[in-house]
């Protein structure tokens, strides 16, 4: 679990989930409505992922309407089971923080074996595929005075189930709420009959006001009506996903049990 908020619905607490290619998500997450005593959990994977990426404005004078300036999302073709031996070594590495130090990336090479060169040049060949979207500091948004962060949930009337390729305009609204630069991510997810909704982006401002203001833009330009605004009333952990890291074979061992494997989460 990278993310961890309580938010203002009645499914009240929301988890970001990943693990290993090896190893199964659905057995993980009935694992955790086991152990928090759940009532009901929902799995909303991502179907289509159409923007990930943080563009604050610090100085809050941009308009809510404000149309994002960071370059689309682009799928690649490896995925982390693809990588080499060499390369899961630069990726343990660079998913650190950096050393406070005058030559941190010379210090990453020499646990490495190779020059700071070559761990350069690798770290620009990973983002230049894809396999690494960026490697930049993390700016606490709520320090930041960000206070309001609302995970905006949309119903598009012709969703059949979510499904890619269905025949819906889902994709199309898509595009549309990730080119809102307040939005930072955005993304398509399956649906369930007690959730009609598919589309996800997350707003961030100072403000509830701020928020609506750009709620109210995106119901002008789409025409999408049925929506939520999901607070997060608290949040429990915020982290980097880590790669390639025992822990999660260590929580498997300790927390998994067999009826995991085949009982479905209510």
């Known amino acids: 679990v990278s993310h961890n908020y309580r938010r203002n619905h009645e499914f009240n607490l929301w988890w970001t989930v990943a693990v290993p290619p090896d190893m199964d998500l659905t057995v993980h997450v009935n694992a955790l409505h086991r152990l928090t005593q759940a009532r009901s959990t929902r799995v909303l994977p991502t179907l289509k992922l159409y923007k990930i990426g943080v563009d604050l404005d610090v100085s809050d004078q941009r308009a809510m309407a404000a149309q994002s300036v960071l370059p689309a999302y682009r799928e690649t073709p490896r995925t ?29 090479a020499q ?14 060949s990973l983002i230049d595929e894809g396999l690494m979207r960026r490697f930049a500091a993390v700016l606490h948004h709520r320090r930041a005075g960000f206070g309001a962060n609302a995970m905006s949930v949309w119903r598009v009337p012709t969703d059949t189930g979510g499904v890619p390729g269905s025949g819906d305009r889902t994709d199309e609204f898509g595009y549309q709420l990730a080119g809102y630069a307040a939005v ?13 909704y598919a589309l996800f982006g997350m707003i961030h401002a100072t403000s509830k006001e701020r928020v609506e203001e750009a ?12 929506h939520q ?29 067999a009826a995991d494997a085949v009982q479905a989460a209510g």
């Open 111 to 124: 646990r490495l074996g190779t020059s700071e060169d070559a761990l350069v040049k690798a770290a620009e």
């Open 229 to 257: 605004l999901l607070y997060s009333t608290k949040e429990y952990k915020k982290v980097r996903v880590r790669f390639f890291d025992p822990a999660y074979e260590h929580w498997q061992r300790a927390s998994v049990e």
């Open 80 to 108: 982390a089971a693809d990588l080499t031996a060499e390369e899961r070594g630069y990726v343990l590495e660079l998913q650190e923080d950096l050393a406070v130090e005058p030559t941190p990336f010379a210090s990453m």
């Open 215 to 226: 709620v109210a833009d995106i119901r002008e330009r789409t025409d999408l009506d049925d």
């Open 184 to 196: 930072s991510h955005c993304y398509r997810r399956p649906t369930y009959p007690d959730w009609p």
